[in-house]
């Protein structure tokens, strides 16, 4: 399904020409304002030049934009026009107004969704740096060959990003932990260190009668992240 944009036919085609919208640009997590505009948390800082609309030339006098893919995956969901993306504190939120979504109501309807972008927008990438998609599902080992898990997400933690696996390993995207990335092998070896993966809860005797009034015997499991402020 196509959000179909009023406009030119030259305007028409190049939706047609961007259906195929394969890199995440972000979740969409929540609304802002009374006009229509939504959140959307970039999952890597230079997401932003994913969606940012062109520059408006001084003898064009329509309002520029781009296009975007807005679903729960890149092949369920809908094209939109976005027409402004700028920054919000903290720095990995973007305030986007997309085309025909002018009320609250309509951007409420969006959380929760997805936000992609066609592969070509991507910018050439620096050494040792990678598109978050194509590190989604890559099996994490250790380098004694311990599984960690399949990487579900990244993490935009204050000092760096941290890779995070199905099984609940908390993994530094550093130099020091990252030991390599094979995306032919579909594997990332990190560094073997302890407090990777989270405690296991304490074994649980029969019943709670001796756990404090409120509170189960199984008590708390916090996870630790590395890097994180304590």
Known sequence: MIDEPTGTEADKRQVVQDLRFDTLVG?????HGVQGAVKVRLVTPTAMTLIQPPMKSADDAAKPFTTVWVGT??????VFRVYSAKRQEPKDILLVKLGKVNVRLAAQELIGLKVFAPEDRREPLQADEYFVNDLIGLDVLTEHGQSLGKLTGVLSEPGNDVYETDEGALIPAVKAFILSVDLVSRRIIVRDEPGLLPEKPPEVASTDEAAPEGQ????????RRFGAKR
Do not use: W
């Open 73 to 78: 995956s890149p092949d369920e969901g809908k």
């Open 27 to 31: 979740p969409i997590i929540g609304a």
């Open 216 to 223: 189960s015997a199984l008590g708390r499991v916090r996870r």
